[in-house]
Nanobody, 125 residues
Framework: VQLQASGGGLVQAGGSLRLSCAAS????????MGWFRQAPGKEREFVAA????????WYSDSVKGRFTISRSNDKNSVHLQMNSLKYEDTAVYYC???????????????????WGQGTQVTVSS
């Protein structure tokens, strides 16, 4: 599975961006999808995840209520709607995918064998 993240850019604090992750090679409808981010000098951190049916979602405390993960299995893509962006949301955002990720591993990048190349999100204060 090849993943391609897009939609990053420069936005002012309080603004919005919508990230997309498109897949090729195989369909996504059998995979759990996740978004992670990594800011300069920091560890990679979990942002959000969604099960293959779209009925279950998880968010980090830092983005809960501001970000929304969704998926379009018919379009083989996953999205991350980011509202009320803050300076501390600045990072490279990665989409990831994996089958059979148990609940305890959802927030760990180690549970996802497939990764996209990342898209830069910069929030100006």
């Amino acid at each position: 599975v090849q993943l391609q993240a897009s939609g990053g850019g420069l936005v002012q604090a309080g603004g919005s961006l919508r990230l997309s992750c498109a897949a090729s090679g195989r369909t996504l409808n059998w995979l759990t999808m996740g978004w992670f981010r990594q800011a300069p000098g920091k560890e990679r951190e979990f942002v959000a995840a969604i099960r293959r049916t779209g009925t279950n979602t998880w968010y980090s405390d830092s983005v809960k209520g501001r970000f929304t993960i969704s998926r379009s299995n018919d379009k083989n893509s996953v999205h991350l709607q980011m509202n009320s962006l803050k300076y501390e949301d600045t990072a490279v955002y990665y989409c990831a995918a994996g089958p059979h990720i148990i609940l305890s591993a959802l927030r760990s990048g180690d549970g996802y064998p497939y990764w996209g190349q990342g898209t830069q999100v910069t929030v100006s204060s």
